[in-house]
């Protein structure tokens, strides 16, 4: 009888191991972004400047997707750590440290630090209370920025930032070609650890955490302790992205800690998909080049344009692009 159990208990294992080792399995359809991104360096030279801005900011949307996507945290300040690593690392080059990998582990340590710091205490709140936490978080940081303006650079912003080249070889130009493959290869990076912890264990109880806190509380879950895990993780992938803006555009200001970079960052998450890892490979680009073009159309008045492309997506396209690609699954597979 003892035997009999042991041996079920073994299978059960083996079960869940399996499964588990299925759900880490790479798909083929998630090689499509990156191809797509090696594709666009070839197709579109005259474009790798905003290319690689693009990537950045897809770096700084993944970062987000994981605090409201997987565990549920809601805020409006995440540019807080955005712009306190793009200022870690401005500062840096400004100042004689001019090696571009130490400056983005920098930035990602400083950025985790003030987002620990301040888990600790926006995380006891929820709700609007949360919200208000983290823009409070947000306001504080672009205020003292403005007032320590000797070492910030204040609303003139941080200038004289000079960056190495790339393993001492590829140099930075206007032309971005070696920031788009540098920005790249970070976002892969960043990618891949993302996509660890959505499909760990871990991952699965934020996304226990993100559906009913109390229940993960009664089996014995840590909620509070995951909360400021992830929470402190998000913010060093948002300092990791400032860190790629500032060295690729060698500027910092106070825009970078403002209400309305946390907001656009929103506006991309929902139109790509809130919550499937892959919603800001598609929200970003598609943002950042309706901004481009619809600017150059009319610039006086463009951000109607991107007010009505953002109604027609809610009305039209519920859960983003990628929840219509996922309905279109479901019914196919239905047939």
Known sequence: MTDLSSRDLMGDRKVVVDAFARRHRFKWY???????????????????ALGAQIFATILFALSLDLLIGFAGIVTLGHAAFFGVGAYAAGVMAANGWQEPFSEILVAAIVASGVGFVSGLIVLRTAGLTLLMQTLVVAALLQELANKWSSVTGGSDGLLGMKIDPIFGAFRFDLFGDTAYVYCLGVLFIGWLLAR?????????????????????????????????????????????SGALIAQTTALVGLNT??????????????????????????????????????????????????????ILVVVFARGGVLGVFERFNQRRRSR
């Open 30 to 48: 998630e090689a499509i972004p990156w191809l797509v991104a090696i594709a666009c360096y070839f197709l579109f030279e005259n474009y790798h």
């Open 196 to 240: 660890n912890i959505v499909y760990s264990s871990f991952g699965r109880s934020l996304t226990g955490i993100r559906e009913n806190a109390n229940r993960m509380h009664a089996i014995g879950a840590p909620v509070d302790r995951r909360k400021i895990i992830i929470y402190t993780i998000s913010a060093a992938l948002a300092g990791v």
């Open 257 to 310: 800690l403002a209400l309305s970079k946390s907001g656009e960052l929103i506006i991309m998450l929902v139109i790509g998909g809130i919550g499937r890892l892959y919603g800001g490979f598609i929200g970003v680009p598609l943002y950042m080049i309706a901004q481009d073009r619809f600017s150059q159309i009319d610039p006086i008045y463009w951000y109607f344009w991107i007010g009505l492309f953002m």
